[in-house]
C-alpha cells in the first residue's frame, strides 16, 4: 500500500525471538529444531551442539554509554522493540523512522554460522525456515514498514539462486551478503566464477544486496589485523573495513557484467568514500595496465551506478557528498546496536543534514532507498 | 647549513647500490656481507641464502603507465636517481624538490627482512652497517636534502632504543617504523609495554618516526585480505591500510605517557582522515566505558598532537584539511615508485593546492616538515 516515506534506514538488526523455529523445519529435522535456552548468564541459541550467545552489544538501545556492556542480556532486560516486530514498530514511531531493512542476528549477519554447518542438507532447511519466518513474521508485521534481508546457502550457488527467486516470491525485498565472503568456509571472494547464477538471480529479480561490515565469518578479518589492540581500534575502524569490499567489487568486472546489480554498503559510514573513489580512479588511470585491469571505465563511474552506503553520523561525508553522488548516499539507525541514533534520529538528521537543500536532504533520508528497494512511495 | 625551503616530501625510498655493505660488518662476519647478483632476470641481493629481488614497480619512475611492471630490473634499466644519491639530488631538482625522506627497500621498508634473520647478533651487525652507510653515503651527498630513515633492531627493544641514541648522533633526522609491527615475528603491537625503550629513545632525541603503509612483514596484512581480488585492489587500499596504524597509536594511551612522540603516517593519503578523526572521537565519546579506554582525551586532540601525515595526490583531503589539521599534513613524491608524482611535482602542487591561502600551501608543502625533522630553515 503507497505511503510516503520521509525517513528510511537501510541498517538496523533483528533480534530473534524463542520459538522461531517451531514447526518450521523438515518433519526428519524436527528434533534439530535451534532452541532458545535461558540461564543465569543470560539468553543463548542451542543447536547442532553449539550454544550461541548474544552480544549485550547488540541489544543496547535505550541504554545510556556508560551502561554498555557485551555480557548476554535475558530477554526483559532488553526493549521488546529488538525481537518483537509490533514493538519496533512502535520505537519506529518514536524516532520518526518509516521503514527499516533488518539484518539477521542468530545465523550472523549474512549467514555464516548456518552456511558453515556441516550438514548441508540441514542447512539449507534451517535457511529457508529462517526466510519464511522472515517473511511471514517479521515483515508480516507491517511489509511496508519492516524490510527483512534473506539469508543465502552459499555454500551451493545454485541453491543460493534458487533462494534469491523463492523469497523475491514471498515478498522479500533484499538480501544480506558478507561483506567477506571468502572468509566463509567453503565460500570465494566476489570476483569468482561460482558467483554467476547469484548474480544472474539478483539481476533478474531486482533484489537488491545489503552487505554490513563485518559480516564474513565471525573470527576474522578487522578483528584478527587489530591484535594487541584496545577495543576501541576495532570499533573505529569497523566501519572502513568495508571499502575491501568497495574495492573488490568494482574492481572485479562484475557490475560490468551484471549492470542492474545494486549492493548497499550497510554501517560502512560515507565519509572516506570521496578520499577512496578519487584513489580508486587513481590507481585504475595508473596501474590499468600492469595489472591487465577487468575494466574499461572508471571505478568511480560504476560506484555511481551500482553501490549505495549508509551512515548514521558522518559530517564528513555529507559535506563532500557531491563527490560520492548524491543519489549513492542513504542512511542507517543501527537500532538496537550500540551505535543506534534511536531515539534521536530526528535530532541528528537536523544536525547532520539540516543545512543542506530539501532535494538532497529528501534523496539521503528517503528517496534513494524507496528507489533501491522498490518501495510503493506517495509524495507529499 | 640554512637554507629555503620550499617543497618537501616526507616519503621517498632507495634502491641501495652494489657494494653498500662492502667493508662495513665486523671482520666476523665478513662473509656473510650481502652482495648484489646480476642475471638476466634483474638484480638480486644475495645474504644468509636468500636471494632478493627487486620488484620493478620499485624503480618506476620515469616510465609510461604503461610501462609498468613488477619485474627486476638490471641496475641500467632504471634512473640512476634510484641508487645514487648524487643523482637523486638532480632528479630533485628537476622536480623542485628541495629535501626528501628516503626509505630503505633491501631490508624492507621498516626492517622486516633484518629484524627476522636467525642470528640476532648478525642481524644487529647489518642494521647497523645499514644506518652507517645510510648516513655517511647516502645522505652524506647532502644532509641538508637528504633525510635517511633508519632501521632498528625491533627483535631487541633495549638495542633499538640504543640503535636510535647512535644515529641521532650520526646526524640521522628520522626513523623508519613499521605499520604491522606485530606481523613481524617477535615483534608486538605499539600498545605493548615491550615498546617503551623505544618510545623513550625518541622522545629524548626528539627523532620523528615514519610509519610506511604495508611496512610489516611482506606477505601479510593488507595483501592477505584481498585474497580472490584484482591486484588493483591492493593497489587501491594500500594507503588507507594505514587507518589501522593511526587507530592503534590514538588509542593505545602511548602518546598520553610519550606526548613528545611524532609519528607520520607516510603515503597513507590524507583525505580518509576526516572521517576517521570524526569516527575516532564519536568511538571514544560512546565506547569509552565498556571498553576500559586508555586515554582520557579524544583521539583527534591526540592526533594534532602527534601525528602527520601525507599525500601524493587528494583533492578530498585538501577540501577538508581544517578537519585534519593544517599543521598535520606533508607532501610526498613517492620517487622512484609507480605512483611518484616524479617530474610532476609542481604541476601537481598547482592543481591539488593551487586555490589555498598561502601560509596553508606553505605548510603542507614544506613547513610541517622543517619543524617535525628540525631542519634549519631560512625563510625567504
Known sequence: MARTYHVVSTDDHIIEPEGMFDGRLPSKFADRTPKLAHDDDGAAWVYEGKRQQMSGLSTAAGQKVEEFSPKSKTFDQMRPGCYDPRERLKDMDADGVDAQVCFPTLPHIAGANFIELQDKEYALAVIKAYNDWLAEEWCGADPDRLIGAAILPLFDMKAAAAEIRRVAGNGIKAVSLPSHPHTIAGVQNYPDASWE??????????LPAEVHIASG?????????SAGSPAEV???LAPSSNMEFVATILFSGVLRKWPKLKFISAESGIGWLPYFLERADYTHRKHQFWTGSRIDVT????????VYANFISDRAGVELRSMIGIENIMLGTDYPHTDTSWPDTQRIIKEQLGDLPDEDRAKICALNAVKVFGLDHKPA
Open 197 to 206: 547464477p547469484v548474480y544472474d538471480a539478483l539481476s533478474e529479480t531486482r
Open 217 to 225: 565469518k565471525t573470527d576474522t578479518s578487522v578483528l584478527a589485523k
Open 234 to 236: 576495532f570499533v573505529c
Open 299 to 306: 571505478p568511480s563511474d560504476l560506484f555511481r551506478q551500482s
